[in-house]
């Protein structure tokens, strides 16, 4: 724990939606820059990382940090994941010291839950901590179409100071494959957590 506090601290989550590689990516470069990832997963985000990227997770939590480990290329002791009641994980409590929370890819369910202030599992518990904290939040949304439900609850979270970065590449760096198309909105999500990023592509460059 000690040499923990002397690094950067950020939380990840993932959720059922669609887009399992964008949450696989960020934890990807943040690790390659030391940065120390307590790492929430829902159910859901389980069958979704074993169809979509054929990452099968065991439910030991201890376990399942080491296999991300292995899956993203990175130093173990920079993971440490949490079972969704866990609510003696440091991200269930304004006083751990953590100042960073992205969701991605995040649900529709799980925006509905942080949107109106219901934290019946860590994830959500944790991203109501950030809000009444005052620290910052990332919602990576990835959802088509968007209806009237969804698009009063991003801007409700919004009003509160919360980051809405969908899921929305573009197109202006003539991407020539998927994973230039999810590394520009990992890109952007690392500007959004001032973390050093030289590689990435900036309009009119």
Sequence with gaps: MGDMMHKKQIIIAMTGASGATYGLHLMQKLAAQGVFL???????????????????????QSE???????????????????????WFS???SGSSGIGQMVVVPCS??????IANGISDQLIERAADVMIKERKQLILVPRETPLSAIHL???LKLSRLGVDIMPAMPGFYHQPTCIDDLVDF?????????????????RWGA
């Design 108 to 113: 529709m369910g799980t925006l509905a839950g």
């Design 90 to 92: 440091p991200a269930a």
């Design 185 to 201: 909105m990992i890109s952007r999500i690392l500007d959004h957590l001032h973390v050093e990023n030289t590689e990435a592509e």
């Design 152 to 154: 009063e609850h991003m």
């Design 38 to 60: 307590h790492v929430l997963l829902s159910d859901a985000a389980r069958i979704v990382l074993k169809q979509e990227c054929d990452l099968d997770l065991p439910e030991s």
């Design 64 to 86: 399942t940090a080491k296999a991300l480990a292995a899956y993203l290329d990175c130093d173990e002791v920079l993971l440490k994941c949490y079972a969704k009641h866990d």
